[in-house]
T-cell receptor, first 114, second 116 residues
Framework: GENVEQHPSTLSVQEGDSAVIKCTYSDSASNYFPWYKQELGKRPQLIIDIRSNVGEKKDQRIAVTLNKTAKHFSLHITETQPEDSAVYFCAASQGMEYGNKLVFGAGTILRVKS | GAGVSQSPRYKVAKRGQDVALRCDPISGHVSLFWYQQALGQGPEFLTYFQNEAQLDKSGLPSDRFFAERPEGSVSTLKIQRTQQEDSAVYLC??????????????FGPGTRLTVL
């Protein structure tokens, strides 16, 4: 089955700096890659997603890049703010044939220091 | 409209007790998923429903775990004879009409189960 690895496990940045989180996946059939933000004790919330027919997607300060050949995708947050501090999870989905179930990475704790 | 809701939010059970966790998905969402999130880990898939049909239960850790969605809306995850290793947050997620390539899954707040 699919396996998703995520790095780093913790990341500390100064306010205003950029943060990059990287994930790799194992199954080339995966075709949907969402990123979720989870604050302590709260539900995971989608912040951005990308489908396999696109190489890059941007939404204000957040961007995701996908390299299908290398089977890795990355989250980029620019101009970080204290409210960006949270746990970030990447995930991969193999699509309808597998019910669109998500396989998650282990998470990255992002701390933005002001 | 209302998001995904789950109840109870917290559940403490003695080892060996049975528990039932409820999920109310977003109205009209066809797909419903249950995930288990251990402390400090990412959510792990348990089971998936499309309407009332349970199409994938490959993630259920043992036959003590059972899920149902009899009318294609509310779902219940039942754990029989709870063990300490069942302690985790149980997340429910729902998504909108079928799409071949991924749909946003909306998560509920989770039920934190502690087995003593």
């Amino acid at each position: 089955g699919e396996n998703v690895e995520q790095h780093p496990s913790t990341l500390s940045v100064q306010e205003g700096d950029s943060a990059v989180i990287k994930c790799t996946y194992s199954d080339s059939a995966s075709n949907y890659f969402p990123w979720y933000k989870q604050e302590l004790g709260k539900r995971p919330q989608l912040i951005i997603d990308i489908r396999s027919n696109v190489g890059e997607k941007k939404d204000q300060r957040i961007a995701v890049t996908l390299n299908k050949t290398a089977k890795h995708f990355s989250l980029h947050i620019t101009e970080t703010q204290p409210e960006d501090s949270a746990v970030y999870f990447c995930a991969a989905s193999q699509g309808m044939e597998y019910g669109n179930k998500l396989v998650f990475g282990a998470g990255t704790i992002l701390r933005v220091k002001s | 409209g209302a998001g995904v809701s789950q109840s109870p939010r917290y559940k403490v059970a003695k080892r060996g007790q049975d528990v039932a966790l409820r999920c109310d998905p977003i109205s009209g969402h066809v797909s419903l998923f249950w995930y288990q999130q251990a402390l400090g880990q990412g959510p792990e898939f348990l089971t998936y429903f499309q309407n009332e049909a349970q199409l994938d239960k490959s993630g259920l850790p043992s036959d003590r775990f059972f899920a149902e969605r009899p009318e294609g809306s509310v779902s219940t995850l039942k754990i029989q004879r709870t063990q300490q290793e069942d302690s985790a947050v149980y997340l429910c997620a729902s998504s909108s009409p079928l799409d071949r390539v991924g749909n946003e899954q909306f998560f509920g707040p989770g039920t934190r189960l502690t087995v003593l």
